[in-house]
């Protein structure tokens, strides 16, 4: 971890040259950063899958469960800036537009 302020560019800076040390930037293509976000969405998904609604609203509650979601959520957010990368796109411009569109396609 480092003492630099947290951003959006630093941490795509912090992924990019943790896989470059790798050589993993072959495999980091559009297609499989897409199936590997995927999969951890969906492993994310595996932690609340059984839970009522009044359970998973208090899954932070438990260290253990915490632990989890937060780290998948990493790994979400990890695989979702590097295709960001990727691709070009900037991951907030992307979604201050998204809210823009949704704003004028529901009003209130």
Not at 2 to 25: H, K, S
Not at 55 to 74: F, G, K, L, N, Y
């Amino acid at each position: 971890m480092t003492d630099a302020p947290l951003d959006v560019a630093t941490l795509q800076r912090r992924l990019a040259e943790f896989a470059a040390a790798r050589n993993w930037q072959p495999y980091h293509t559009p297609k499989n950063l897409v199936a590997a976000l995927s999969v951890e969405a969906s492993e994310l998904v595996e932690i609340f899958q059984w839970l009522t609604p009044e359970e998973s609203a208090r899954v932070m509650a438990d260290p253990d469960t915490a632990h989890r979601v937060t780290d998948e959520i990493a790994d979400v957010l990890a695989y979702l800036l590097q295709l960001c990368e990727v691709l070009g796109v900037d991951p907030l411009a992307a979604l201050d537009a998204k809210i823009s569109r949704n704003e004028r396609r529901f009003p209130l």
